[in-house]
């Protein structure tokens, strides 16, 4: 079955820092795939998707380009701020099938 | 707010019990997951229910059911208790049965097994 992969957390940064998250997918043909955030005391939300090879994902200055070639959907953000602090779950789904899977999820910290 | 509805937020029982964790999904939606999440398995697909009928299972347990009324709420239950059960539990709904959209997750009934 599909598996997802992620860095492993938890990651801390200073504000305004680069961040990267890394995340590869295993999956039979080309699933969409996903970017869940989720907040201290609450439940995930999606924070950004892509459907297609070569598409990019965007939202709240988060950005993740599906690369097909390295099975890959690495979230990055130019600026971190402290609101940023979550953790972060990657996932992939097929159309047509009933479920997500979901990576371990990342821990980011944001120090100010 | 995801306008998914999970009660109770918090729950302590002894091994051995048996609960039931509620869930609304959002309003309109056809479709409820449910997920585990623990610190050592991360976030895991229980089950899905469309539309009152069981759609996909995952890695639910047998000791573990579920079921969505004709209201489309939905109840999960977990019996015979164990100390490794202790989890977050998610529901989540969407509007269709598949699609690989988004999904609008509850802010989860942590159970807590001693």
């Known amino acids: 079955g599909d598996s997802v992969t992620q860095m492993e957390g938890p990651v801390t940064l200073s504000e305004e820092a680069f961040l990267t998250i890394n995340c590869t997918y295993t999956?039979?043909?080309?699933?969409?795939l996903f970017w869940y955030v989720q907040y201290p005391g609450e439940g995930l939300q999606l924070l950004l998707k892509a459907t297609k090879a070569d598409d990019k994902g965007s939202n709240k200055g988060f950005e993740a380009t599906y690369r097909k070639e390295t099975t890959s959907f690495h979230l990055e953000k130019g600026s971190v701020q402290v609101s940023d602090s979550a953790v972060y779950f990657c996932a992939s789904g097929h159309f047509g099938n009933e479920k997500l899977t979901f990576g371990t999820g990342t821990r980011l910290t944001i120090i100010p | 707010d995801s306008g998914v509805t999970q009660t109770p937020k918090h729950l302590i029982t002894a091994t051995g019990q048996r609960v039931t964790l509620r869930c609304s999904p959002r309003?309109?939606?056809?479709?409820v997951y449910w997920y585990q999440q623990s610190l050592d398995q991360g976030l895991q697909f229980l089950i899905q229910?469309?539309?009152?009928?069981?759609?996909a299972k995952g890695n639910i347990l047998e000791r573990f059911s579920a079921q969505q009324f004709p209201d489309l709420h939905s109840e999960l239950n977990l019996s015979s208790l164990e100390l490794g059960d202790s989890a977050l539990y998610f529901c989540a709904s969407s509007l269709r049965a598949g699609g690989a959209g988004e999904l609008f997750f509850g802010e989860g009934s942590r159970l807590t097994v001693l």
């Open positions: 229910y469309y539309n009152g009928e069981e759609r």
């Open positions: 309003s309109g939606d056809l479709s």
């Open positions: 999956a039979t043909g080309y699933p969409s």
